[in-house]
């Protein structure tokens, strides 16, 4: 079975802060694709990052990396030197290859809160 | 808009009552996804579509949840016989690609909020 974990459901820090917000995941497949989307305050989900699972280059945008770990089935999030605006529910999905299993299966969520 | 629109973004009904949930995908979008967020919770799954093909029900919680797309193009998900259950965000989200080919990033609407009294 395909799984998300997200075990921090809430984290707070104070702005200008590094925070890593943690991903495991859990398939049998080889071929799979990772997410990261953000939810802030209005709802609406936004694409942060998509890997594939043969890609384990870990990746830079700005403030925001990625660390893609498949010996532990791991997709982490840091964001360096947070601010306020960064405060949202950020979600790890994954996504299977093949077939008609287009759905992202999504961890529960991180609750991040940057403080002034 | 270029977005996912959702309406209404709020829809507060009695229980037992039937509920019409509207989705309107990017243009030329081929997949179409709904989920279903309950509070404190990730989306999960409901059902897809492939242009006006639903190949994938699997998630639809009971048979009075129904969904379609009739041109292949905007979504309704229909509920019947609202049940306090039923209370979450309904999520909508479109894809360009195929489920089953190189995948493409889901884009996702704002949500419907369905609460059920």
């Known amino acids: 079975a395909q799984k998300v974990t997200q075990a921090q459901t809430e984290i707070s820090v104070v702005e200008k802060e590094d925070v890593t917000l943690d991903c495991v995941y859990e398939?049998?497949?080889?071929?799979?694709?990772l997410f990261w989307y953000k939810q802030p305050p209005s709802g609406e989900l936004v694409f942060l990052i998509r890997?594939?699972?043969?890609?384990?280059q870990n990746e830079i945008s700005g403030r925001y990396s990625w660390n893609f770990q498949k010996s532990t089935s791991s997709f982490n999030f840091t964001i360096t030197a947070s601010q306020v605006v960064d405060s949202a529910v950020y979600f790890c999905a994954l996504k299977l290859h093949g077939g008609s299993q287009g759905n992202l299966i999504f961890g529960k969520g991180t609750k991040l809160s940057v403080k002034p | 808009g270029a977005g996912v629109s959702q309406s209404p973004r709020y829809k507060v009904a009695k229980r037992g009552q039937d509920v019409a949930l509207r989705c309107d995908p990017i243009?030329?979008?081929?997949?179409l996804f709904w989920y279903q967020q309950a509070l404190g919770q990730g989306p999960e799954f409901l059902t897809y579509f492939q242009n006006e093909a639903q190949l994938d029900k699997s998630g639809l919680p009971s048979d009075r949840f129904f969904a379609e797309r009739p041109e292949g193009s905007v979504s309704t998900l229909k509920i019947q016989r609202t049940q306090q259950e039923d209370s979450a965000v309904y999520l909508c989200?479109?894809?360009?690609?195929?489920?089953?080919?190189?995948?493409?990033?889901?884009?996702f609407g704002p949500g419907t909020r369905l609460t059920v009294t």
């Open positions: 989200a479109s894809s360009p690609g195929l489920a089953g080919g190189p995948t493409y990033e889901q884009y």
């Open positions: 398939t049998r497949d080889t071929t799979y694709y």
């Open positions: 243009s030329g979008h081929v997949s």
């Open positions: 890997r594939n699972s043969f890609d384990e």
